[in-house]
């Protein structure tokens, strides 16, 4: 299995008018915390243990909310707030 990340419930229902710039901030972000939570959990489909919580992350201005599932390798982001327009 290889580390992912995907956007719960969906990627319509969670970015949803959002700018293009901003989304593509939350993506590098997610690509990031691929990356740690690889190397963290090596294996992770052989994780023992409760889940992890829900995380929040400024990103561009605004938040994002994931949090990670290390027995299916992945990162879920399930919210993104985009910072407020001028």
Known sequence: MTWTW?????AQHVTAG????????VE???AELVRAAEA???DGTS?????EPMRYLDVAGG???YYVVPR???VAICQVTPPPTP
């Open 63 to 65: 938040l994002l909310a």
């Open 18 to 25: 959002a700018p293009a710039d901003f989304l593509a901030a």
């Open 6 to 10: 995907e956007y719960l419930p969906s």
């Open 40 to 42: 963290l959990h090596l």
């Open 72 to 74: 299916l390798e992945l």
């Open 47 to 51: 994780y023992q243990g409760s889940g």
């Open 28 to 30: 590098h972000r997610a």
